[in-house]
């Protein structure tokens, strides 16, 4: 088992450094730098700010640099927002949205499973067809039009909940649903499938005939041997909500990551850019890696093949 996650984890650090190298590479390919978008700057102040940043050196030199940088776990200044490091910026921005994203996948796990089961149990009547149509309106709506119409609905129209903001509990229901509808549904797909296939397995029906009830059944049999296609989604889903979604965190001012990931294209902040691209590939390989550790829990042929 240790040689299987130890070529695992290698595998995965090749990965990072791929992802570090092709972000550098098309991050300066594209014209433009993040000074160019202050009109009026005199020419001696660019040379005087890319002197200043490393940006007049060759490309290999600053990549060299950035990677020295990064084994000692600095990220860099941030280019746009003058005097905040870009491993502040995330560690301010990530608590907001790991949070939020915990939440999120909660409801997408537990909503997910329990619209499989209803399916499943009731395969062919109007409770699978029901759930079933809940999955495909929860996979065809975008989260931020969800979002939205949830805010208008709930917040505005029956005021149940706050319109915005995120200081508590209250507050992150609506933008969690809002994260976890479209999860929600894939995993409800995802795990009807297996859990069909499942109750048609000759022991499932000897229970049954021995008049085992249907939560017991599922408990026991059922949703042991179904989690493991739901298993397998878990490593990018926990990095996709993790790391929060701009336009549910825009809708509701929602203080995340998301917000941050997205102005530093936009403000072509190159180191800013480069951390949060970073962060968001580290969280999403060890998400990965943590759901191989859980496969060979579960399931130890999982090593040997």
């Not at 984890?9 to 014209?31: C, E, G, K, N, Y």
């Not at 089961?117 to 079933?132: C, E, K, L, P, V």
């Not at 825009?250 to 902040?269: A, E, H, M």
């Amino acid at each position: 088992m240790i040689r299987y996650l130890l070529k695992k984890a290698s595998i995965l650090l090749l990965s990072l450094f791929v992802v570090i190298t092709l972000t550098f590479v098309l991050m300066h390919s594209i014209p433009g730098d993040p000074f160019v978008q202050d009109k009026g700057v005199p020419e001696e102040i660019l040379k005087a700010l890319h002197k200043h940043y490393g940006l007049d050196k060759p490309l290999y030199v600053q990549f060299g640099k950035y990677l020295y940088s990064l084994l000692h776990l600095d990220l860099g200044p941030s280019f746009k927002y003058q005097g905040r490091e870009v491993g502040a910026i995330i560690a301010q921005g990530f608590p907001t949205s790991f949070y939020l994203g915990l939440e999120a996948l909660t409801f997408a796990i537990f909503g997910g499973l329990l619209l499989a089961a209803i399916a499943s149990f009731h395969q062919g009547r109007w409770q699978d067809y029901m759930t079933m149509l809940i999955a495909v309106i929860g996979l065809s709506v975008p989260s931020f039009i969800l979002a939205a119409f949830l805010q208008y609905l709930f917040a505005m129209r029956w005021d149940l909940f706050p319109v915005a903001r995120f200081t508590s509990f209250s507050h992150s229901i609506l933008p969690a649903v809002s994260l976890a509808a479209l999860p929600m549904a894939f995993i409800a797909r995802l795990a009807r499938a297996n859990m069909v296939e499942i109750l048609h397995l000759d022991f499932v029906q000897t229970a049954r005939a021995k008049g085992v009830s249907p939560v017991a059944l599922a408990m026991r049999h059922v949703f042991k041997n179904a989690l493991f296609p739901v298993i397998s989604y878990l490593g990018p889903l926990c990095a996709a909500v993790f790391t929060g979604s701009f336009a549910v965190e825009k809708i509701y001012g929602i203080p995340g990551l998301g917000q941050w990931f997205v102005t530093s294209i936009t403000n072509r902040d190159y180191t800013m850019i480069m951390g949060t691209t970073i962060f968001y590939s580290a969280l999403l390989l060890l998400c990965t890696f943590m759901v191989d550790i859980l496969y060979c829990v579960l399931d130890p042929r999982v090593v040997y093949e």
